[in-house]
């Protein structure tokens, strides 16, 4: 059984990135699963820090970026809209080029809070951070939107 609500299948992702952090930083979802959604970030001169090796902070926004499109795909995008309350991250080993792959799994997926680990890892399969984001499920219509689409 599926995770997601209704026809996952049709929704375009990448159409809604352009202008926004997620297209700056070379964001991409790469697979929709059944319990589980992966994506990808390069890891060049727009996600390093100043030694060189990726910035803790481009881990985060990788990391909250799956969980907010997890969040968004286990609604029903006609009456909720999610919203990040919290997020933690352990940075465990760093890394200067490549990708960098993460995996977002639920924790919990309620009426009301959602709670959403995310696993990245490197080309390797080794783990460089661990994430824990919590999402809030509001009553009104998704926001989410193509550029064209953005009030």
Same mark, same amino acid.
């Given at each position: +059984?599926?995770? /997601?609500?209704?026809?996952? =299948?049709?929704?375009? &992702? ?22 589980? &959604?992966?994506?990808? +970030? ?7 820090? %100043? =030694? ?16 907010? /499109? ?23 080993? %760093?890394?200067?080029?490549? /990708? ?5 799994? %639920? ?8 709670? /959403? ?9 080794? &783990?460089? !951070?661990?994430?824990? !984001? ?18």
């Amino acid at each position: +059984m599926s995770l /997601w609500f209704g026809d996952v =299948a049709a929704i375009d &992702l990448s159409a809604m990135a352009p202008g926004t952090l997620i297209e700056n930083l070379g964001i991409e979802i790469v697979a929709i699963r059944d319990d589980a &959604l992966v994506g990808r +970030m390069p890891v060049d001169h727009r996600s390093v820090q %100043p =030694a060189g090796v990726l910035h803790g902070g481009a881990s985060v926004a990788l990391a909250e970026t799956l969980a907010s /499109w997890a969040g968004y795909l286990a609604v029903d995008r006609e009456r909720f809209h999610v919203v990040g309350m919290e997020i933690n991250a352990n940075h465990l080993r %760093p890394i200067s080029s490549g /990708w960098v792959v993460g995996t977002v799994t %639920p924790i919990n997926v309620g009426r009301r809070v959602h709670v /959403w680990e995310i696993r990245i890892t490197d080309e390797a399969g080794r &783990l460089v !951070c661990v994430s824990r !984001c919590t999402l809030a499920v509001i009553e009104q219509r998704s926001t989410y939107a193509t550029p064209d689409g953005r009030g």
